[in-house]
């Protein structure tokens, strides 16, 4: 093969490299603009009036997706399940997930109640954490899709851990219905200081800009370094 033939073999590879990075650019964009959407969705959702699941004619099931709302009912801690391996901040520990039995029948709805440290992100002494009596829980609902996925129960010290909430085992376990939705509790001055409750969720762009920039970087990277070697290996070739 001539060097001639090398130079535009070489830049016809880096010019297919380039296309592949473009069209990674372009999803990462894409991505991008479904995120966007999405998280207008969300911050239109949480701008509406809180709704109050107490009230009659109101769903426990997909309607308040990503709505602010309030619900009165009683705890139930023998149910109440850890949420091990998280961490806030650089410090590890768990979250508290407890079940509040609604004056709606004999239903339930989770409530994620907030973040407590624990050394090895798995143990927590849960009784100073009760909070007896009719409660009002303000927060954040969101949705819990019956994915399947597991969520790996496991008994420490007594206490039932979980390393994600998952809805149909939850379900399979509890004496009583559970709804679909966990409430994220935000936080509120009235609220003891533990567990420490959680903030909303941060609706950013995430990484999909940064990412498209890395691959349109790498398209020109490729261009340019197949232009260079490529028609270097041209001239050579006409030189002689």
Not at 65 to 71: E, S
Not at 76 to 83: G, I, Y
Not at 218 to 227: D, N, R, S, W, Y
């Amino acid at each position: 093969m001539t060097p001639r033939a090398r130079g535009y073999l070489f830049f016809g590879i880096t010019l297919v490299l380039a296309v592949v990075f473009v069209r990674l650019g372009v999803w990462q964009l894409s991505r991008l603009q479904d995120r966007r959407a999405f998280n207008r969705e969300v911050l239109a959702a949480r701008s509406l009036p809180a709704l109050n699941l107490d009230s009659a004619g109101v769903g426990l099931g997909a309607e308040p997706a990503n709505r602010r709302v309030v619900v009165t009912g009683r705890y139930d801690f023998d149910s109440e399940v850890v949420l091990r391996g998280q961490t806030e901040r650089g410090v590890a520990g768990v979250r508290i997930v407890t079940p509040l039995r609604t004056g709606r029948g004999d239903s339930a709805v989770l409530v994620q109640r907030g973040f407590v440290p624990s050394p090895d992100a798995a143990t927590v002494d849960l009784s100073p954490l009760h909070e007896e009596g009719t409660v009002t829980v303000r927060g954040l609902a969101t949705v819990l899709p019956d994915s399947g996925s597991p969520g790996e129960p496991r008994q420490i010290e007594g206490h039932l851990t979980w390393r994600r909430v998952e809805l149909a085992e939850l379900r399979r376990r509890a004496r009583y219905p559970i709804t679909p939705l966990l409430i994220l509790q935000t936080p509120d001055s009235t609220l003891p200081s533990q567990p420490r409750r959680d903030e909303a969720p941060v609706l950013d762009d995430g990484p999909h800009l940064s990412y498209a920039i890395q691959w349109f970087s790498f398209a020109v990277i490729a261009l340019t370094v197949g232009a260079i070697i490529g028609f270097r290996q041209k001239d050579r070739d006409s030189s002689n």
